[in-house]
C-alpha cells in the first residue's frame, strides 16, 4: 500500500483511524487493485473520484462545482470542516506535503504545522493576488512558512 492510499477521497487521513485495516478498508483499500469491486460501492463519492483515478475529490478539476463532495463538505459538523480544509490543503500544496502535515496527527484530521490557517495562492487570472485562508478568500494574510504574501 501507497501512502496516498490512507488518504480518504473526502479528505480525511485514514491512517489515524483504529479501525482502519481492521474492519474499514478507507476508501481506497481493494479497489486500486481490483480486490474489491468498484461498481458495487454505494458511495458517489469513492465511485466518481477513484473511476477518475484520482487521489481525493480535491484533485478533481470539477471540484469547486460537484455536488458530491460539496453536498457532503457542506454538512454541519467541524469535521466537515476539516476535510474541507484539508482538500484545499492538497490542492494547495500536494499530496506529499499534506502526508508530512498529517504524520503525527491522532484523528483524521489536524493542525498544519506553522500556521493552521494555512494560504493558497489562486492558480490563475485576477485571483492570482487572492489567497483562501481557513477556506475563505481574503486579499492579504500574513505571510506563512511555506509562502510569501507576494505570490
Known amino acids: 500500500m501507497n501512502d496516498t492510499e490512507k488518504i480518504g477521497c473526502c479528505g480525511a487521513y485514514c491512517k489515524t483511524c483504529r479501525e482502519f485495516e481492521k474492519t474499514c478498508k478507507g476508501c481506497k483499500l481493494g479497489y486500486l487493485d481490483g480486490a474489491r469491486d468498484l461498481s458495487r460501492t454505494r458511495y458517489k463519492m ?3 473520484c477513484l473511476t477518475r483515478g484520482h487521489i481525493t475529490c480535491g484533485d478533481c478539476e ?4 460537484c455536488e458530491i463532495i460539496q453536498s457532503f463538505l457542506n454538512h454541519p459538523g ?3 470542516g476539516k476535510y474541507k480544509q484539508a482538500l ?3 490542492r494547495a ?3 506529499a506535503a499534506f502526508l508530512r502535515a498529517a504524520e503525527h496527527w491522532k484523528n483524521a484530521y489536524g493542525k498544519y504545522r506553522g500556521n493552521p490557517k494555512f494560504c493558497v495562492t489562486a492558480k490563475s487570472g485576477a485571483n492570482r493576488v487572492k489567497f483562501i485562508m ?3 478568500r ?3 494574510l500574513p505571510p506563512c512558512l511555506q509562502h510569501n504574501a507576494s505570490g
Open 134 to 136: 481557513g477556506g475563505r
Open 93 to 95: 500544496h500536494g499530496h
Open 46 to 48: 469513492k465511485k466518481c
Open 62 to 65: 470539477e471540484y469547486d462545482r
Open 138 to 140: 481574503v486579499k492579504r
Open 78 to 80: 467541524y469535521k466537515y
Open 88 to 90: 484545499e490543503y492538497i
